[in-house]
Nanobody, 129 residues
Framework: QLQLAESGGGLVQPGGSLRLSCTFSGFTLDYYAIGWFRQGPGKEREGVSCIAGSGQSRKYANSVKGRFTISRDNAGNTVFLQMNNLTAEDTAIYYC??????????????????????WGQGTQVIVSS
């Protein structure tokens, strides 16, 4: 049974950093694109960053470019999201999602929640002084 579990959220001051982890079980990670998504209060879920199975193709939302970095450890069945220089606008529940592709080397054309069929329960990130 495919399962995803996020961790690493919490309360952080503006300008601070957090590292989110998404741990997987029940499937081999190599053929799955993994994405981080977030849903702020009163907002729709949006794509933050996505990474293909090989790690070669990555996408970032414009709002997080230069501040967030996605990475993956397929052997460890974990995908990470390093978040630096956090602002109040980053406050949201962060979810990881998985989407099986035909190859680990696909070129991602976007990072859209509708493309991802497997989800974790989310982890809360609050950026506040």
């Amino acid at each position: 049974q495919l399962q995803l579990a996020e961790s690493g959220g919490g309360l952080v001051q503006p300008g601070g950093s957090l590292r989110l982890s998404c741990t997987f079980s029940g499937f081999t990670l190599d053929y799955y694109a993994i994405g981080w998504f977030r849903q702020g209060p009163g907002k729709e879920r949006e794509g933050v960053s996505c990474i293909a199975g090989s790690g070669q193709s990555r996408k970032y939302a414009n709002s997080v470019k230069g501040r967030f970095t996605i990475s993956r450890d397929n052997a460890g069945n974990t995908v990470f999201l390093q978040m630096n220089n956090l602002t109040a606008e980053d406050t949201a529940i962060y979810y990881c999602g998985a989407d099986r592709k035909n190859s680990p080397y696909v070129h991602l054309t976007g990072c859209r929640p509708l493309d991802y069929g497997y989800w974790g329960q989310g982890t809360q990130v609050i950026v506040s002084s």
